[in-house]
T-cell receptor, first 113, second 111 residues
Framework: DAGITQSPRHKVTETGTPVTLRCHQTENHRYMYWYRQDPGHGLRLIHYSYGVKDTDKGEVSDGYSVSRSKTEDFLLTLESATSSQTSVYFC????????????FGPGTRLTVL | SQQGEEDPQALSIQEGENATMNCSYKTSINNLQWYRQNSGRGLVHLILIRSNEREKHSGRLRVTLDTSKKSSSLLITASRAADTASYFCATDSGSARQLTFGSGTQLTVLP
């Protein structure tokens, strides 16, 4: 987990409210990622970034948006949270290639009531 | 959809025994990675094997890759209670610009 932090670590919110999760890395990595982890599904990629202001969709991007205004910060926003977005969210960062080793944050447990 | 699928889903062994878990994938890859996740924590990278490699070692870990069978195995020798964790394989599909993770093998090492 060294070098990558996520905030908040736990959040409970209500359906229909906006939620923003934050990821901060100190490794100067070019690539950053947001995943969600659900029982039976492993990790699924939501969005990723390959540079400041450069982002792309992953496998499960519907209902999520991201922004990256600085190399070290990557934000994940749920515009209007739904119960199906209850999950554990992991941020990761990596180096020169999208398929290089990824370094993961400690995760954020989000519950949408 | 998941590119890599681990087998078995769960494995329970005694301390000191070897643990073997397998990963199968569907399309051609550039490399395959294994990660470990302790309960309540993020994933930690263990080892990366490239498509032109057949075997790789790192400490008590041994990874093999058979591209003709589209499969990989992770062997942990002389297991310890601290090895208790979930283990995931991750593949790049070659054309897609992302890693795809399997659903993991839950390893329990009993003291």
């Amino acid at each position: 987990d060294a070098g990558i932090t996520q905030s908040p670590r736990h959040k409970v919110t209500e359906t229909g409210t906006p939620v923003t999760l934050r990821c901060h890395q100190t490794e100067n990595h070019r690539y950053m990622y947001w995943y969600r982890q659900d029982p039976g599904h492993g990790l699924r990629l939501i969005h990723y970034s390959y540079g400041v202001k450069d982002t792309d969709k992953g496998e499960v991007s519907d209902g999520y948006s991201v922004s990256r205004s600085k190399t070290e910060d990557f934000l994940l926003t749920l515009e209007s949270a739904t119960s199906s977005q209850t999950s554990v969210y992991f941020c990761a960062s990596g180096g020169d290639s999208v398929t290089d080793t990824q370094y993961f944050g400690p995760g954020t447990r989000l519950t949408v009531l | 959809s998941q590119q890599g699928e681990e087998d078995p889903q769960a494995l329970s062994i005694q301390e000191g025994e070897n643990a073997t878990m397998n990963c199968s994938y569907k399309t051609s890859i550039n490399n395959l990675q294994w990660y470990r996740q302790n309960s309540g924590r993020g994933l930690v990278h263990l080892i990366l094997i490239r498509s032109n490699e057949r075997e790789k070692h790192s400490g008590r870990l041994r990874v093999t890759l058979d591209t003709s069978k589209k499969s990989s195995s992770l062997l942990i020798t002389a297991s310890r209670a601290a090895d208790t964790a979930s283990y995931f394989c991750a593949t790049d599909s070659g054309s897609a610009r992302q890693l795809t993770f399997g659903s993991g093998t839950q390893l329990t090492v009993l003291p």
